[in-house]
């Protein structure tokens, strides 16, 4: 079963930052936090990984709390094309297995 | 560097009949995966290969499906027979190394069972 708890949807407006929440409050030491997502009859893409560090690459920025609890993708400028199903993984790394959750439902709107 | 491939892309077939997805993973992806995804729900791991050997199928409904990975490259995915419950998108991944985050996703094939 996924170890992560996120909001089944969510809007935004379009040049705003996005900022999609997960809790995962049993995660282990050992363990990441990856996201995904799914843009409609696509199969899912990675957009980031962290362990307990900030992390930002040119998709996305990954906010984790000090206690590991919780964590947050922020999506600096939404276009329509971010319009997806954003899922939220924890998983060691190397553990080589994706467990999907139901995800976040982002509508970005014009 | 081209992508995972599926076919077919759609498949409408009547109960109990068989049906067989393929996937072609990028090429040198030891570790190849099949997920089901059913309307509304996130993607399910069915089975799990790497190279040509099957790491983790405990998913897998054995009595109606089946997989293979020959030469440790191209996999089929087999459902027979077919139940109305199997309607599902079946997506197929692949990845280079042990890393969670090297999954590339293939566009799956929409199964239709009626």
């Known amino acids: 079963d996924a170890k992560t708890t996120q909001p089944p949807s969510m809007d935004c407006a379009e040049g705003r930052a996005a900022n999609l929440p997960c809790n995962h409050s049993?995660?282990?030491?050992?363990?990441?936090v990856y996201w995904y997502r799914q843009i409609h009859s696509q199969g899912p893409q990675y957009i980031i990984h962290g362990l307990k560090n900030n992390e930002t690459n040119e998709m996305a920025s990954l906010i984790i709390t000090e206690d590991r609890k919780s964590s947050t993708l922020i999506l600096p400028h939404a276009t329509l094309r971010d319009t997806a199903v954003y899922y939220c993984?924890?998983?060691?790394?190397?553990?080589?297995?994706?467990?999907f959750g139901q995800g976040t439902r982002l509508t970005i709107n014009p | 560097e081209a992508g995972v491939a599926q076919s077919p892309r759609y498949k409408i077939i009547e109960k109990r009949q068989s049906v067989a997805f393929w996937c072609n993973p990028i090429s040198g992806h030891a570790t190849l995966y099949w997920y089901q995804q059913i309307l509304g729900q996130g993607p399910k791991l069915l089975i799990q290969?790497?190279?040509?050997?099957?790491?983790?199928d405990s998913q897998l409904p054995k009595d109606r499906f089946s997989a293979e990975r020959l030469k440790g490259v191209d996999s089929t995915l087999k459902i027979q027979p077919a139940k109305l419950e199997d309607s599902a998108v079946y997506l197929c991944a692949s990845s280079l190394d042990l890393s969670n985050y090297g999954y590339t996703f293939g566009s799956g094939t929409r199964l239709t069972v009626v």
């Open positions: 049993t995660i282990s030491g050992n363990e990441y």
């Open positions: 290969f790497q190279n040509n050997g099957v790491v983790d």
């Open positions: 993984i924890v998983s060691a790394q190397g553990a080589q297995k994706l467990v």
